[in-house]
T-cell receptor, first 115, second 111 residues
Framework: DTEVTQTPKHLVMGMTNKKSLKCEQH?????MYWYKQKAKKPPELMFV???????INESVPSRFSPECPNSSLLNLHLHALQPEDSALYLC??????????????FGEGSWLTVV | QKEVEQNSGPLSVPEGAIASLNCTYS??????FFWYRQYSGKSPELIMS????GDKEDGRFTAQLNKASQYVSLLIRDSQPSDSATYLC???????????FGQGTTLQVKP
């Protein structure tokens, strides 16, 4: 079983709603990630947090706002999304973000549908 | 040229056979390589990681890496119907923690 826990597993939201995706890991990892996966496509990186600081933003639109309250928690705040933002949002973590040998583990994902 | 390339398949093998999945990558400086398995509707699950040239075995799975040829493969011995899934090859980009995925190969193991 994955030790990266994501909630909710499914979320349906309107284009004017504000919602959040939450992620928690208990492996003592210091790097956490958000990936987005569209149907029949591979995951694509959105954000990287290292030691609670944002280290990579892959030019993600501002309607997605990440937050890392502490080393175990990662949130993704959603506002004014578009239907094309509907996807599987994957949280992941690793021991470090800068060490080549660190394995990245994925949570079970949050399925987001924007209506 | 895509950074990580895989044949999308589907690759169909009979139960008990060896399934061979292949991946090439463009960044010669890459040092970390991963195979993830993804069942339909589920998240990617790590199968193997490999960092050095040669073979790495774990149960029925063997990962092979050839950095000179920029090639990484996954062999699945004694394939089972439960192995039917999409297999994603991922390459870590530098020291950023960013994984670059191939498009995935769909494996079908027929009983």
């Amino acid at each position: 079983d994955t030790e990266v826990t994501q909630t909710p597993k499914h979320l349906v939201m309107g284009m004017t709603n504000k919602k959040s995706l939450k992620c928690e890991q208990h492996m003592g990892h210091r790097a956490m990630y958000w990936y987005k996966q569209k149907a029949k496509k591979p995951p694509e990186l959105m954000f990287v947090y290292s030691y609670e600081k944002l280290s990579i933003n892959e030019s993600v639109p501002s309607r997605f706002s990440p937050e890392c309250p502490n080393s175990s928690l990662l949130n993704l705040h959603l506002h004014a999304l578009q239907p094309e933002d509907s996807a599987l949002y994957l949280c992941a973590s690793s021991q470090e973000s800068t060490e080549a040998g660190n394995t990245i583990y994925f949570g079970e994902g949050s399925w987001l549908t924007v209506v | 040229q895509k950074e990580v390339e895989q044949n999308s398949g589907p690759l169909s093998v009979p139960e008990g056979a060896i399934a061979s999945l292949n991946c090439t990558y463009s960044d010669r400086g890459s040092q970390s390589f991963f195979w993830y398995r993804q069942y339909s509707g589920k998240s990617p699950e790590l199968i193997m990681s490999i960092y050095s040239n040669g073979d790495k075995e774990d149960g029925r799975f063997t990962a092979q890496l050839n950095k000179a040829s920029q090639y990484v493969s996954l062999l699945i011995r004694d394939s089972q119907p439960s192995d039917s899934a999409t297999y994603l090859c991922a390459v870590r980009s530098g020291n950023t923690g960013k994984l670059i995925f191939g498009q995935g190969t769909t494996l079908q193991v027929k009983p």
